[in-house]
Nanobody, 117 residues
Framework: QVQLAESGGGLVQPGASLRLSCTAS????????MDWYRQAPGKERKWIAR?????????TDSDSVKGRFTISRDSAKRTSFLQMSNLRPEDSAVYYC?????????WGQGTQVTVSS
């Protein structure tokens, strides 16, 4: 049974940084592709980034996060990270991690990020 636990969210001021973590239990983390998504209130869930099992990184083309968010992973800790810098109020959302192993995918429960002065 695979379970994903996100952490690191919170209330921050504009311009601040946060690092979100997603730790997996169960499954073979080293062969999994890991994604991050976010969902703002009343809006659809949107993909942000992926880091493959081999360490390749892919990001949304959206200018809204380009150059400010970085995805990484630590396979020894079974954890994926999303480093977010220069946060803006429009980054406020629930952030979810997603784990893909072959044809299967798994979701975490999400962590809330609120950017407000």
């Amino acid at each position: 049974q695979v379970q994903l636990a996100e952490s690191g969210g919170g209330l921050v001021q504009p311009g601040a940084s946060l690092r979100l973590s997603c730790t997996a239990s169960g499954g073979t983390f080293r062969v999994a592709d890991m994604d991050w998504y976010r969902q703002a209130p009343g809006k659809e869930r949107k993909w942000i980034a992926r880091i493959t099992a081999g360490g390749s990184e892919y990001y949304t083309d959206s200018d809204s996060v380009k150059g400010r968010f970085t995805i990484s992973r630590d396979s020894a800790k079974r954890t994926s990270f999303l480093q977010m810098s220069n946060l803006r109020p429009e980054d406020s959302a629930v952030y979810y991690c997603n784990m893909n192993i072959g044809q299967r995918e798994y979701w975490g429960q999400g962590t809330q990020v609120t950017v407000s002065s």
